[in-house]
C-alpha cells in the first residue's frame, strides 16, 4: 500500500512539472499566465479551494462530532460566490489594466501607499502559514491511516512538499493547473467510493440516517454540543465574507490569470453546484458513529471509517487521491506566499532579483510548513485561524472596489491591525477563547476591525475637513504613491 501511494505521489508531481514546458516569461507568464487562462482551465484552478484536505477529513470529523454543523462548509462556499460573482470580475478587470499581480499590489494602488501593501503581504503571507501546514498535516494523517506508519506519514510529507516547491518553480501557475484537473477528477471518484462503501456497510440509503438519529439524534440538528446554531451562524459569516471580498492571496493568481470577467462570472454560476459534493463527507462522519468508537479522533474519522468498509488497495488509491486534495492548494499558498514577499516587500529589485527572492520564500515557506506539521494539528481549527485572520482585510477590499477610494490609509491600516491582533489573542490565549462561547472570533474580530476603522476615519476627516478620495483609474501605475 505504501508503494502505491509514494507512487501517486510522484505522478502528482510529475504531472505539475509537466506544465513547465508551456511556461511563459517574466513574472507576470509565471504567477497569472499572462491573464489569458480558458474558461475551463480557469474554473479548476477557482474549483481548487473547494475539495482540500478540510473537505476531506476535517468535514468527515465535523460531521462525526457535531452532525449537520460540518453542513456549514457547504453553506459558506455556497453563499460567498454570490458576492465573488460581482467582485472577482471587477477586480480581475481592475487588475489587467493597472498591472497587479498580487492583493497587495491592489492596496497599494487603491489606497496610494506603499507602507499599506506591505501590511497586508505580512499579514498575509503569516497567516497562510497555518494553511499551508494543515495541507502537509493533512497528507501526512491521510497516508498515516492508510498505511498504519508513522514513518510513512513523515516521508511522504518530506516527499510531497519537495515536488511541490520543484513544480511549482518550475511550472508556475500553469503547473498547479494541470495537477487540479487531475484533483479535482480524482477527489470526486474517491469520495463516491468511500459515501457509498461506508454508507453500504451501515446498511445503505435511509436506513442509515434513521439509525443516525436513534445513536445520537443532537447529529441531525445544530445543537451538537460545540457546534450550535450560534457557532454555525458566525463560521459561516465569516468565511462567506472573507472568501467573497478575496481576501486570501493564494487565491487571486488564478482569479487574475482569467481571460475575463466574464469567464470568473460563467465559472462562479456552476462551482455553487459543485460544492454540493462536500455532503459526501459529512454524510460519512455522521454514518460513521454507527460502527467506529466515539473516543476516535474527528481527523481520522474518514480513513477509520473506509477501512472498515473498503478492501486495502482501494484505500490506498483513495489516499493518493487524499495527497492531491492536499498537494495543489499547498502548491497555490506557497505560490502565493512568494509572490506577496518578492512584489511587495523586496519591491525594489529587478524582476530576476524578486523571482530569486519568490523560490527562496517559497522553499522557506515550505519547510517552516512542514516542520510544525510534525505535531499533529487540529485541521478544522487551522482553517477557522486561517478564515478568521484574513476575513479582516474584507472591508478594505469592499471599499476598493469603486472608481473612487473614499476611505483613508491609515483608517484601513488601523481597522486590519485591531482584527487580526484580536484573532491572534482569542486563537493562543484560551481563556480568551473561552469567553466568546460559540461566537466566531474572526466575527467578532471583524465587527472591532469596523469599529477601529470608523473612529480612525472619523478623527482623520476632522482633522482635515474633508473626505479623502482616491482616483487612481487614470493614473499609470509607475506614478502611484510608493
Given at each position: 500500500?505504501?508503494?502505491?501511494?509514494?507512487?501517486?505521489?510522484?505522478?502528482?508531481?510529475?504531472?505539475g512539472?509537466?506544465?513547465?514546458?508551456?511556461?511563459?516569461?517574466?513574472?507576470?507568464?509565471?504567477?497569472?499566465?499572462g491573464?489569458?487562462?480558458?474558461?475551463?482551465t480557469?474554473?479548476?484552478?477557482?474549483?481548487?479551494?473547494?475539495?482540500?484536505?478540510?473537505?476531506?477529513?476535517?468535514?468527515?470529523?465535523?460531521?462525526?462530532?457535531?452532525?449537520?454543523?460540518?453542513?456549514?462548509?457547504?453553506?459558506?462556499?455556497?453563499?460567498?460566490?454570490?458576492?465573488?460573482y460581482?467582485?472577482?470580475?471587477r477586480?480581475?478587470?481592475?487588475?489587467?489594466?493597472?498591472?497587479?499581480?498580487?492583493?497587495?499590489?491592489?492596496?497599494?494602488?487603491?489606497?496610494?501607499?506603499?507602507?499599506?501593501?506591505?501590511?497586508?503581504?505580512?499579514?498575509g503571507?503569516?497567516?497562510?502559514?497555518?494553511?499551508?501546514?494543515?495541507?502537509?498535516?493533512?497528507?501526512?494523517?491521510?497516508?498515516?491511516?492508510?498505511?498504519?506508519?508513522?514513518?510513512?506519514?513523515?516521508?511522504?510529507?518530506?516527499?510531497?512538499?519537495?515536488?511541490?516547491?520543484?513544480?511549482?518553480?518550475?511550472?508556475?501557475?500553469?503547473?498547479?493547473?494541470?495537477?487540479?484537473?487531475?484533483k479535482?477528477?480524482?477527489m470526486?471518484?474517491?469520495?463516491?467510493?468511500?459515501?457509498?462503501?461506508?454508507?453500504?456497510?451501515?446498511?445503505g440509503?435511509?436506513?442509515?440516517?434513521?439509525?443516525?438519529?436513534?445513536?445520537d439524534?443532537?447529529?441531525l440538528?445544530?445543537?451538537?454540543?460545540?457546534?450550535?446554531?450560534?457557532?454555525?451562524?458566525?463560521?459561516?459569516?465569516?468565511?462567506?465574507?472573507?472568501?467573497?471580498?478575496?481576501?486570501?492571496?493564494?487565491?487571486?493568481?488564478?482569479?487574475?490569470?482569467a481571460?475575463?470577467?466574464?469567464?470568473?462570472?460563467?465559472?462562479?454560476?456552476?462551482?455553487?453546484?459543485?460544492?454540493?459534493?462536500?455532503?459526501?463527507p459529512?454524510?460519512v462522519?455522521?454514518?460513521?458513529?454507527?460502527?467506529?468508537?466515539?473516543?476516535?479522533?474527528?481527523?481520522?474519522?474518514?480513513?477509520?471509517?473506509?477501512?472498515?468498509?473498503?478492501?486495502?488497495w482501494?484505500?490506498?488509491?483513495?489516499?493518493?487521491?487524499?495527497?492531491?486534495?492536499?498537494?495543489?492548494?499547498a502548491?497555490?499558498?506557497?505560490?502565493?506566499?512568494?509572490?506577496?514577499?518578492?512584489?511587495?516587500?523586496?519591491?525594489?529589485?529587478?524582476?530576476?532579483?524578486?523571482?530569486?527572492?519568490?523560490?527562496?520564500?517559497?522553499?522557506?515557506?515550505?519547510?517552516?510548513?512542514?516542520?510544525?506539521?510534525?505535531?499533529?494539528?487540529?485541521?478544522?481549527?487551522?482553517?477557522?485561524?486561517?478564515?478568521?485572520?484574513l476575513?479582516?482585510?474584507?472591508?478594505?477590499?469592499?471599499?476598493?472596489?469603486?472608481?473612487?477610494?473614499?476611505?483613508?490609509?491609515?483608517?484601513?491600516?488601523?481597522?486590519?491591525?485591531?482584527?487580526?491582533?484580536?484573532?491572534?489573542?482569542?486563537?493562543?490565549?484560551?481563556?480568551?477563547?473561552?469567553?466568546?462561547?460559540?461566537?466566531?472570533?474572526?466575527?467578532?474580530?471583524?465587527?472591532?476591525?469596523?469599529?477601529?476603522?470608523?473612529?480612525?476615519?472619523?478623527?482623520?476627516?476632522?482633522?482635515?475637513?474633508?473626505?479623502?478620495?482616491f482616483?487612481?483609474?487614470?493614473?499609470?501605475?509607475?506614478?502611484?504613491?510608493?
Open positions: 500500500m505504501t508503494v502505491i501511494i509514494i507512487c501517486g505521489i510522484i505522478l502528482i508531481g510529475a504531472l512539472m509537466l506544465g513547465g514546458r508551456r511556461r511563459e516569461k517574466g513574472m507576470s507568464g509565471w504567477l497569472v499566465a491573464r489569458k487562462l480558458p474558461t475551463w480557469s474554473w479548476f484552478l477557482q474549483a481548487g479551494e473547494s475539495l482540500t484536505t478540510f473537505s476531506f477529513l476535517g468535514l468527515a470529523g465535523l460531521g462525526f462530532v457535531g452532525g449537520v454543523s460540518g453542513a456549514y462548509a457547504v453553506g459558506y462556499l455556497t453563499a460567498c460566490l454570490c458576492i465573488q460581482f467582485v472577482a470580475p477586480i480581475r478587470n481592475i487588475a489587467a489594466s493597472r498591472g497587479y499581480l498580487t492583493m497587495a499590489d491592489f492596496f497599494r494602488d487603491r489606497y496610494r501607499s506603499r507602507p499599506l501593501s506591505i501590511i497586508i503581504a505580512v499579514v503571507a503569516l497567516f497562510l502559514i497555518p494553511y499551508l501546514e494543515l495541507q502537509l498535516t493533512g497528507l501526512g494523517l491521510i497516508v498515516q491511516l492508510a498505511t498504519g506508519s508513522q514513518t510513512a506519514r513523515g516521508l511522504s510529507m518530506v516527499l510531497a512538499s519537495a515536488l511541490v516547491v520543484v513544480f511549482v518553480i518550475m511550472g508556475g501557475i500553469r503547473g498547479i493547473a494541470r495537477v487540479s484537473i487531475f479535482d477528477f480524482g470526486l471518484i474517491a469520495l463516491a467510493i468511500v459515501t457509498v462503501g461506508v454508507v453500504g456497510f451501515a446498511g440509503f435511509p436506513e442509515v440516517f434513521a439509525a443516525v438519529a436513534k445513536a439524534d443532537a447529529l440538528t445544530t445543537h451538537a454540543p460545540g457546534f450550535d446554531a450560534i457557532w454555525w451562524v458566525s463560521a459561516v459569516a465569516i468565511t462567506t465574507i472573507g472568501a467573497g471580498f478575496q481576501t486570501f492571496p493564494h487565491l487571486w493568481p488564478p482569479m487574475l490569470a481571460k475575463s470577467g466574464q469567464v470568473l462570472r460563467s465559472n462562479i454560476k456552476w462551482l455553487a453546484v459543485y460544492q454540493l459534493l462536500l455532503f459526501m459529512i454524510t462522519g455522521m454514518v460513521a458513529v454507527l460502527f467506529i468508537p466515539s473516543s476516535t479522533v474527528p481527523n481520522q474519522v474518514l480513513f477509520t471509517a473506509a477501512q472498515h468498509a473498503l478492501p486495502e482501494l484505500v490506498a488509491v483513495v489516499a493518493v487521491f487524499g495527497a492531491a486534495a492536499a498537494m495543489v492548494p502548491a497555490a499558498i506557497s505560490m502565493g506566499i512568494g509572490s506577496l514577499v518578492a512584489n511587495n516587500v523586496t519591491y525594489r529589485l529587478p524582476e530576476r532579483g524578486r523571482f530569486v527572492v519568490t523560490r527562496v520564500t517559497i522553499i522557506v515557506a515550505m519547510v517552516l510548513a512542514l516542520a510544525l506539521g510534525i505535531v499533529k494539528s487540529d485541521i478544522g481549527a487551522l482553517l477557522l485561524l486561517t478564515y478568521g485572520g476575513a479582516q482585510m474584507a472591508p478594505a477590499v469592499a471599499a476598493g472596489l469603486p472608481r473612487r477610494v473614499r476611505l483613508s490609509t491609515v483608517a484601513v491600516a488601523s481597522g486590519i491591525v485591531a482584527g487580526v491582533l484580536f484573532v491572534a489573542v482569542t486563537t493562543f490565549v484560551p481563556a480568551a477563547g473561552l469567553a466568546l462561547g460559540s461566537w466566531d472570533n474572526g466575527l467578532v474580530g471583524l465587527a472591532i476591525n469596523v469599529v477601529v476603522l470608523g473612529i480612525v476615519e472619523a478623527v482623520v476627516r476632522m482633522r482635515r475637513g474633508s473626505t479623502p478620495e482616483d487612481t483609474a487614470d493614473i499609470p501605475a509607475e506614478e502611484v504613491e510608493v
